[in-house]
T-cell receptor
Framework: AQKVTQAQTEISVVEKEDVTLDCVYETRDTTYYLFWYKQPPSGELVFLIRRNSFDEQNEISGRYSWNFQKSTSSFNFTITASQVVDSAVYFCALSERTGGYQKVTFGTGTKLQVIP | KAGVTQTPRYLIKTRGQQVTLSCSPISGHRSVSWYQQTPGQGLQFLFEYFSETQRNKGNFPGRFSGRQFSNSRSEMNVSTLELGDSALYLC?????????????FGSGTRLTVV
């Protein structure tokens, strides 16, 4: 089973629409960290947010918001009023302690295309 | 402050050759991790170095190796290149081991093996 599942491979929306990117994770740790990264066409992954397992508060940053629900092991990412510059591949990631090591696992990514 | 610097940005190599990629982390970051990204396999973890020691390794053959220097700069080496090694190689630095604080990524080195 995948540790981080991003079931949506590609999403297309029209500019100004809202879009939610799903992320479901699996871990046995009680202390873990969740992340979202953005990879625009230029290729460099950009850190967006970090959440630890004890903080279930939703977070909003401008047009971005994140919904963390431990009960469903989900950490979903919503972009409000999408813009063309939001077009990118978005990765969800999990950092957990496994086999004596703190290890990061990335999802397979969701490619978002915002059409003008 | 300066970001993570990877050199070179692009490389074209012939099958059977070897290649060395370089990564300079953010100042103060002691952990450097390497990833291989391909369209089919996504982001695959290669290894992590912290304080000049390899701390964790992914499922790659021994042709893939790395090292870290006392200034935290890291190099990755791939010997006996195969066509399947064509990929974007990303370096990421973090303050702590295992990147529980999050990664800062470089722009990557795009390697093409012909």
């Amino acid at each position: 089973a995948q540790k981080v599942t991003q079931a949506q491979t590609e999403i297309s929306v029209v500019e100004k629409e809202d879009v939610t990117l799903d992320c479901v994770y699996e871990t046995r740790d009680t202390t873990y960290y969740l992340f979202w990264y953005k990879q625009p066409p230029s290729g460099e992954l950009v850190f967006l947010i970090r959440r630890n397992s004890f903080d279930e508060q939703n977070e909003i940053s401008g047009r971005y918001s994140w919904n963390f629900q431990k009960s469903t092991s989900s950490f979903n990412f919503t972009i409000t009023a999408s813009q063309v510059v939001d077009s990118a591949v978005y990765f969800c990631a999990l950092s957990e302690r496994t086999g004596g090591y703190q290890k990061v696992t990335f999802g397979t990514g969701t490619k978002l295309q915002v059409i003008p | 402050k300066a970001g993570v610097t990877q050199t070179p940005r692009y490389l074209i190599k012939t099958r059977g050759q070897q290649v060395t990629l370089s990564c300079s982390p953010i100042s103060g970051h002691r952990s450097v991790s390497w990833y291989q990204q391909t369209p089919g396999q996504g982001l695959q973890f290669l290894f992590e170095y912290f304080s000049e020691t390899q701390r964790n390794k992914g499922n790659f053959p021994g042709r893939f190796s790395g090292r870290q220097f006392s200034n935290s700069r890291s190099e990755m080496n791939v010997s006996t290149l195969e066509l399947g090694d064509s990929a974007l190689y990303l370096c990421a630095s973090s303050l702590v081991r295992g990147a529980a604080d999050g990664y800062t990524f470089g722009s990557g080195t795009r390697l093409t093996v012909v």
